[in-house]
T-cell receptor
């Protein structure tokens, strides 16, 4: 199967930087997504990495290493509104599936 | 138009009712998905439609019946549900199956009494 692993919970302080790691099975892997989800709401798209390297979008950056089956989401200048679950998901060609990790619940403290 | 639209946003039904969830996208996407999400859990894949044909059924009970009337529409028919089926039901679409950005609708919050 295609397992996606990420930490269950993280806590950080307002204004700080936090890195959420994600590892995935590389067989058939096509691309990696990060979504943010606030409680009771649908996931919202943050980033999509297909090639190795860093993609930066404002306060959020995402990194991918295809050979290592590894990605991370970097959140800078944390704000209270960043408290949410962050879902790592892999797209796999041939299976027609997007496989989600368990999600990382991030709590930002004042 | 980069939206996936789901209706209704909230649904309360009894165990003997028949209801439907609807999903629509006008991005020309060739793959559409139904996910079920319980509180504090990731989305769980139920069905995948590729080019309007059912490609994946993740062993979902027959009380959930998907339908894809055309390339823009996806329905989920509900019948004789159980209280444990109460969850957020998310529709999503992508350009191709398993490839490209996965666009989510806002979800339908279902409560089964």
């Amino acid at each position: 199967g295609q397992n996606i692993d990420q930490p269950t919970e993280m806590t950080a302080t307002e204004g700080a930087i936090v890195q959420i790691n994600c590892t995935y099975q590389t067989s058939g892997f096509n691309g990696l997504f990060w979504y943010q989800q606030h409680a009771g709401e649908a996931p919202t798209f943050l980033s999509y990495n297909v090639l190795d390297g860093l993609e930066e979008k404002g306060r959020f950056s995402s990194f991918l290493s295809r050979s290592k089956g590894y990605s991370y989401l970097l959140l800078k200048e944390l704000q209270m509104k960043d408290s949410a679950s962050y879902l790592c998901a892999g797209g796999y060609l041939g299976t027609y599936k997007y496989i989600f990790g368990t999600g990382t619940r991030l709590k930002v403290l004042a | 138009d980069t939206e996936v639209t789901q209706t209704p946003k909230h649904l309360v039904m009894g165990m003997t009712n028949k209801k439907s969830l609807k999903c629509e996208q006008h991005m020309g996407h060739r793959a559409m998905y139904w996910y079920k999400q319980k509180a504090k859990k990731p989305p769980e894949l139920m069905f995948v439609y590729s080019y309007e044909k059912l490609s994946i059924n993740e062993s979902v009970p027959s009380r959930f019946s998907p339908e894809c009337p055309n390339s823009s529409l996806l329905n989920l028919h509900l019948h004789a549900l159980q209280p444990e089926d109460s969850a957020l039901y998310l529709c999503a679409s992508s350009q191709d199956p398993g490839a490209g950005e996965l666009f989510f609708g806002e979800g339908s919050r279902l409560t089964v009494l």
